[in-house]
């Protein structure tokens, strides 16, 4: 079993800035890829970036540029750094964790970017 918690979100305007933490505990040596997903009022969870055990990273074309996915494994947490927010990256941001086969989810954070 796999227990993600994330945090770090909030309140910020357009061109700001926040840091968001996936903290991870329990079987956390089985963690393979890891993945922050967003979903905005009415829409469906879509993925934001992604990073495998390796480091190997990719990004939702919406993002590129502004976000970056990184993970501490020594800290065993997941970070994700926005950049540049706008309103419509207004959404619930979760942590995914796949693990022996298992997909994991964090309970959200929200992130508000008001114009």
């Known amino acids: 079993q796999v227990q993600l918690v994330e945090s770090g979100g909030g309140l910020v305007q357009a061109g700001g800035s926040l840091r968001l933490s996936c903290a991870a505990s329990?079987?956390?040596?089985?963690?393979?890829?890891m993945a922050w997903y967003r979903q905005a009022p009415g829409k469906q969870r879509g993925l934001v970036a992604a990073i495998s055990s390796g480091g190997s990273t990719n990004y939702a074309d919406s993002v590129k540029g502004r976000f970056t996915i990184s993970r501490d494994n020594a800290k065993n947490t997941l970070y994700l750094q926005m950049n540049s927010l706008k309103p419509e990256d207004t959404a619930v941001y979760y942590c995914?964790?796949?693990?022996?086969?298992?997909?994991?989810w964090g309970q959200g954070t929200q992130v508000t970017v008001s114009s």
């Open positions: 995914k964790g796949v693990s022996s086969g298992s997909t994991y």
């Open positions: 329990g079987s956390i040596f089985t963690i393979n890829a």
